[in-house]
T-cell receptor
Framework: AQTVTQSQPEMSVQEAETVTLSCTYD???????LFWYKQPPSRQMILVIR??????QNATENRFSVNFQKAAKSFSLKISDSQLGDAAMYFC?????????????FGAGTRLTVKP | KAGVTQTPRYLIKTRGQQVTLSCSPI?????VSWYQQTPGQGLQFLFE???????NKGNFPGRFSGRQFSNSRSEMNVSTLELGDSALYLC???????????FGPGTRLTVT
């Protein structure tokens, strides 16, 4: 079974600075998808960024980028120029390559605080 | 397009009662997945419905059930509620051939 581990329960960053959230996963599959979701106090889960395992290039979405290390099974999220609105819970998630399986596995989450 | 909607947003029930939660996916999405989120267990997959059929199931007791209608709207039901069922229940929809899930705002269930 696939498992996702986020070893940082809480992180803090100064506004305008850069922060990196860590995520590791365990799987026997060679192809899969990885995601970072943001959950603000409103509880709405928002997709931040996605990465296909078959792609070597790291995904980037504006201020958000990932460092995907397939061999190490590591998938970290870097937030540049942090803003107050980035404060939220961040969840790393894994999805199998199987098209008919939308069972996503989530890490325990990292609570990010942004200091003004 | 309108996003995923869930009703009701908040619910308070008593132990032993049953509850039904509703989820309307994004228009055109036929897959609906349900998740339970608690402080202790985190986000756990309940089940997935696709084209009115349960396609995948997580490790939850039979008290948790669901169904999907022809318009892709889905409901989940929890019977004989227990205190431990208090949680945020999230549903997510996925477009055919896609792997991205889009979440609704959730239903906060409190069991007293």
């Amino acid at each position: 079974a696939q498992t996702v581990t986020q070893s940082q329960p809480e992180m803090s960053v100064q506004e305008a600075e850069t922060v990196t959230l860590s995520c590791t996963y365990d799987t026997s599959e060679s192809d899969y998808y990885l995601f970072w979701y943001k959950q603000p106090p409103s509880r709405q889960m928002i997709l931040v960024i996605r990465q296909e395992a078959y792609k070597q290039q790291n995904a980037t979405e504006n201020r958000f980028s990932v460092n995907f290390q397939k061999a190490a099974k590591s998938f970290s999220l870097k937030i540049s120029d942090s803003q107050l609105g980035d404060a939220a819970m961040y969840f790393c998630a894994y999805r199998s390559w199987r098209y008919n399986n939308n069972d996503m596995r989530f890490g325990a989450g990292t609570r990010l605080t942004v200091k003004p | 397009k309108a996003g995923v909607t869930q009703t009701p947003r908040y619910l308070i029930k008593t132990r032993g009662q049953q509850v039904t939660l509703s989820c309307s996916p994004i228009s055109g999405h036929r897959s609906v997945s349900w998740y339970q989120q608690t402080p202790g267990q985190g986000l756990q997959f309940l089940f997935e419905y696709f084209s009115e059929t349960q396609r995948n199931k997580g490790n939850f007791p039979g008290r948790f059930s669901g169904r999907q209608f022809s318009n892709s709207r889905s409901e989940m039901n929890v019977s004989t509620l227990e205190l431990g069922d208090s949680a945020l229940y999230l549903c997510a929809s996925t477009a055919d051939g896609s792997y991205e899930q889009y979440f609704g705002p959730g239903t906060r269930l409190t069991v007293t």
